[in-house]
Nanobody
Framework: QLQLVESGGRLVQPGGSLRLSCAAS????????VGWFRQAPGKEREGISC????????NYSESVKGRFTISRDNALNTVYLQMNSLKPEDTAIYYC????????????????????WGRGTQVTVSS
C-alpha cells in the first residue's frame, strides 16, 4: 500500500521555524514530484509548494515564498518543508502528496494530478 507520512508539526511561536518531513512507505518516492498543501480551519486546502523528482525544480505559493523552502533527500525517500518566519496565519494541517504530472511552462514549474496523500501534521503558530 502506498503511504505518505508527514511529521514535524507542533506549536511554535510567531517568528519561529519548523521543518516538516514527508516520508514514503511501501514505494519509492524518488520517481515522483511531490507537493505540500495546507488546510486551515474553515478554509479550503491550499497548495503551497512542489518539487520535481530530482529536486532541481521547485515552486511556491505567494503566501509562503521567501519563507518556506522545499527540498528532498532521495536516499532517505523523504521530502522536507523548512518553514521560517512563521506567522499565526500559517496555522493549519500540512499535507504532502505525490504528483502524477509536472511541467515547466512560461518559465514556471508546476505540479498536478495529486494522488497519494498523507494524513497530515498539525502546525500551530501562536504566542
Amino acid at each position: 500500500q502506498l503511504q505518505l507520512v508527514e511529521s514535524g508539526g507542533r506549536l511554535v511561536q510567531p517568528g519561529g521555524s519548523l521543518r516538516l518531513s514527508c516520508a514514503a512507505s511501501g514505494f519509492t518516492l524518488t520517481i515522483f514530484a511531490v507537493g505540500w498543501f495546507r488546510q486551515a480551519p474553515g478554509k479550503e486546502r491550499e497548495g503551497i509548494s512542489c518539487i520535481s523528482s530530482k529536486g532541481e525544480k521547485t515552486n511556491y505559493s505567494e503566501s509562503v515564498k521567501g519563507r518556506f523552502t522545499i527540498s528532498r533527500d532521495n536516499a532517505l525517500n523523504t521530502v522536507y518543508l523548512q518553514m521560517n518566519s512563521l506567522k499565526p496565519e500559517d496555522t493549519a494541517i500540512y499535507y504532502c502528496a505525490t504528483a502524477g504530472q509536472d511541467r515547466t511552462a512560461g518559465g514556471r514549474y508546476s505540479c498536478s494530478d495529486f494522488n497519494s496523500w498523507g494524513r497530515g501534521t498539525q502546525v500551530t503558530v501562536s504566542s
